[in-house]
């Protein structure tokens, strides 16, 4: 009788810990633009507010702020692994840290994704994100980020920036 309760106590308990590792649907992928065509959205506002798709490297290369979990970073996406290489996009990113991608043991919430991880210090080095699929990736990682855009205060001489982000790097 003992044994049956303790192994209903452990099934119990696994089904508990599984309810809190549910993992939340794909994000809807956008279309997907060549550089050229991003650039073209500062003056061609014809897709604002639809998901676009671009592919790059989210990289900090104003630091000096200091991110904490729950902010939002606007994140530059480079054509290559360096800030001066050419921007591809800029997009709005969840900052999260370590504490913040871990489920509680008995959590009914889907561990979050689509964020930045910062440690100290805060730089390209140290930087990580966690992709759509839960999959972390260093900064130096090309990727796909994909979003709806969105105009900076309606200012349509500025670059577009992509918001609802989903990251993608097994594209």
Not at 31 to 40: D, G
Not at 72 to 79: L, Q, T
Not at 107 to 120: C, F, G, Q, T, Y
């Amino acid at each position: 009788m003992l044994l049956k309760r303790a192994a209903l106590i452990l099934v119990s308990a696994g089904a508990l810990c599984a309810c809190g590792q549910q993992r939340e649907s794909p994000s809807e992928a956008g279309i997907t633009l060549a550089p050229e065509q991003l650039k073209s959205l500062i003056t061609d506002r014809s897709l604002e507010n639809r998901r676009v798709s671009v592919t790059g490297y989210p990289m900090l290369c104003s630091l000096g702020a200091n991110y904490r979990a729950g902010d939002v970073a606007h994140v530059e996406v480079h054509a290559q692994q360096d800030c001066s290489s050419p921007r591809v996009a800029q997009a709005k990113i969840k900052v999260g840290n370590e504490k913040s991608t871990r489920s509680g043991m008995f959590s009914m919430d889907p561990r979050p994704r689509n964020l930045m991880i910062v440690a100290e210090p805060i730089d390209n080095e140290t930087t990580t994100f966690v992709a759509d699929d839960y999959q972390r990736i260093s900064a130096k990682t090309s990727m796909r980020v994909t979003g709806l855009v969105t105009y900076p205060f309606g200012d349509k001489s500025k670059i577009p920036v992509l918001d609802a982000v989903a990251l993608d790097a097994g594209f």
